[in-house]
């Protein structure tokens, strides 16, 4: 790791300042701030994303008079046009990164420009005007700053940031945007799932599919998440908090939930190997997926691959002992062991070591230790 915490993902800052030439972006430096006159209580325990901040970020942007000055604000309700276009067609997005308050009392993000950059491809996806990452997280910062009490001082606990970006377009009718709205919203985040045994138990049934070639799975739009209910309370009927996502004829593994997913294993070479589904199109970029990928390629003690999986070989390795751990990883939830999968009528009981020896122990704790500021890396951003 770099010796300091100052230099944030010094090697995507190339590209987090391209915007459309024809559309100008806003400017932290034009940042509007009007604080609350009246601040909540903050309670001591909450659900995940139910207390939010006392102020939250907003820019408006028009296709006749481009990106208006960012403005934080008390926190709020939004006004919309009954015929909005995000309500109608889903013309929207959002991001989510956490803040972390470190031993030495620093307030810390952790890897934010990946979270600006894939922002960014998802607003182009979606036809949303383009803007100047780095702006924006200078923007978010100031935000946190401004809410900084809200930040809890724990080793477990920290701050959830929720960057959303809609069209306003006040018209009927399937077509690009002419008005949209960026903003940005804060919340408490306490546990994102709850499970007594430790690890989640998951669904894997083909008939529902969560993305597909040429769709919007590499999006985090929130279109990927509304049409999965129905099968995570199906998932519910049979015991399970979750869906393992399958896809094709081969019941290809895709991701757990709303996580990507990790495979720890002896492959059919014999070789031990972490594996994780590759990038094609259906897997969403984890932030927390790529950080394990480079943190366990740097360890160099075993093999680090990303590859389609498939039910058929993980059956076969699970009857032949060579699984040693499965899990999901994600921001909400960071690291989640899986201990059951239940597919065609069988409990597929997946090997969960104890907290001493599982590799996902290791994981957490060395990428805790870097959000808490306990270990200095270049991939946090000091508020």
């Not at 430096?29 to 006159?37: G, K, R, T």
């Not at 659900?47 to 934080?72: Q, R």
């Not at 046009?81 to 952790?110: M, T, W």
Request: net charge negative; with cysteine; aromatic share 10%.
């Amino acid at each position: 790791m770099a010796p300091n915490d100052t230099g944030y993902e010094k090697q995507h800052l190339s590209t987090a300042s391209m915007t459309d030439s024809h559309n100008a972006s806003f400017k932290a430096a034009d940042l509007v701030i009007q604080l609350s006159s009246a601040p909540k209580h903050k309670p001591n325990v909450v659900n995940f994303g139910s207390v939010f901040t006392d102020h939250m970020l907003t820019v408006e942007w028009s296709v006749a008079e481009g990106w208006k000055a960012p403005l934080i604000r008390p926190f709020g309700n939004l006004s919309l046009h009954p015929a909005c276009s995000a309500l109608h067609y889903g013309i929207q997005l959002f991001e989510g990164l956490k803040v972390y308050r470190g031993v030495d009392n620093c307030l810390r993000l952790f890897r934010p420009m990946l979270n600006m950059n894939r922002m960014a491809n998802s607003a182009k996806r979606a036809c949303l005007p383009a803007f100047d990452q780095s702006e924006l997280l200078e923007c978010i910062r100031r935000l946190v700053e401004v809410d900084q009490d809200w930040v809890p001082l724990s080793d477990s606990g920290s701050l959830y940031i929720r960057p959303t970006f809609i069209s306003t377009e006040a018209s009927l009718g399937v077509k690009k945007p002419t008005s949209a709205l960026l903003y940005v919203i804060m919340c408490q985040a306490g546990s994102y799932f709850h499970t007594e045994a430790g690890a989640l138990t998951l669904w894997a049934d083909p008939k529902y599919t969560r993305a597909w070639k040429g769709g919007t799975g590499d999006c985090k739009m929130g279109g990927n998440y509304g049409c999965s209910l129905l099968a995570q309370y199906e998932a519910g009927d049979y015991g399970c908090q979750q869906v393992l996502w399958l896809y094709g004829e081969e019941h290809q593994i895709t991701e757990a939930g709303t996580m990507n997913i990790f495979l720890h294993w002896t492959n059919e070479d014999g070789e031990e190997e972490l594996a994780t589904p590759p990038l094609d199109g259906i897997i969403l970029p984890g932030v927390t997926r790529q950080s394990i990928l480079e943190l366990t390629r740097k360890w160099g003690e075993f093999q680090v691959t990303e590859c389609h999986l498939t039910m058929t070989q993980l059956c076969c390795a699970l009857k032949q002992q060579r699984v040693k751990e499965m899990f999901g990883s994600g921001t909400a939830c960071m690291i989640c062991p899986i201990g059951h999968i239940v597919y065609q009528g069988e409990n597929l009981h997946v090997p969960y070591q104890d907290k001493h020896s599982q590799l996902t122990s290791r994981i957490a704790k060395e990428l805790s230790d870097i959000q808490y500021g306990r270990t200095p890396s270049n991939w946090t951003f000091l508020v």
